[in-house]
Structure formats: C-alpha cells, structure tokens
Nanobody, 122 residues
Framework: QVPFVESGGGSVQSGGSLRLSCSAS????????IAWFRETPEMEREGVAGMAYDGGILYGDSVKGRFTISRDNSKTTQYLEMENLKPEDTAMYFC????????????????WGQGLQVTVTS
C-alpha cells in the first residue's frame, strides 16, 4: 500500500483550472511539509507549493497568485487548486513529504508520490 494517493491530473486548455488531491494518513501531515513538485524532461523537479505541519505555506515563484494549496479539516487530504493554467505548467506533478518548506527553501524530500500528468494546451 502506497502512503500517498494522488488524483486530479488531466488535460485542460490554457486559462483553465484543475485541482490536484493528495491523501495520506495523519502521520504524514503531522510530521512533514506535504508539497507538490513538478518535473518535465527539460526541467529538474521544482517545488510548486507546500504546506508545513504547522500550516506554513511556501509557493514557487512561478505559481504565486495562480495556485492555492489547502488542506481539509481532517488533515488527511491536501489540495492544489491551479488556476489560469499556462502551457508551461505542463508537467508531471508529484506529491511529496519534505523535511521542511519555509523561508523560500525546500528541505530534503523524504518520500515521493507516484505522480500525475497535467497537460495545458494552448
């Protein structure tokens, strides 16, 4: 059984929206920063958005103002609302448990989810 269950990827036109979900046991949300990273064949994995166990949030510069990370009250599912999507947002998106995400920095990734494809067409 994999620790993270990811859902919500897909294809959307430029300017559209998608929501990604990452579900896991409370242990993960209470221990780590749970974050979304993305990767393309041309680009190394970059941090998109993360929420620490204390509620602190870190966004990557390229998504600020367009993406919103949130968590349900049970602290078992985290969401990434992606709005005003652009073709350059096309990537594999991974839910990850990160040692920390604060002050503009990402810590060591402790666990990677299996990934979701997001494709934005122009």
């Amino acid at each position: 059984q994999v620790p993270f269950v990811e859902s919500g990827g897909g294809s959307v036109q430029s300017g559209g929206s998608l929501r990604l979900s990452c579900s896991a046991s409370r242990y993960w949300f209470n221990t780590y920063c749970i974050a979304w990273f993305r990767e393309t064949p041309e680009m190394e994995r970059e941090g998109v958005a993360g929420m620490a166990y204390d509620g602190g949030i870190l966004y990557g510069d390229s998504v600020k103002g367009r993406f919103t990370i949130s968590r349900d009250n049970s602290k078992t599912t985290q969401y990434l609302e992606m709005e005003n999507l652009k073709p350059e947002d096309t990537a594999m998106y991974f839910c990850a448990a990160v040692a920390y995400c604060a002050e503009g920095r990402w810590g060591e990734v402790k666990y990677w989810g299996q990934g979701l494809q997001v494709t934005v067409t122009s």
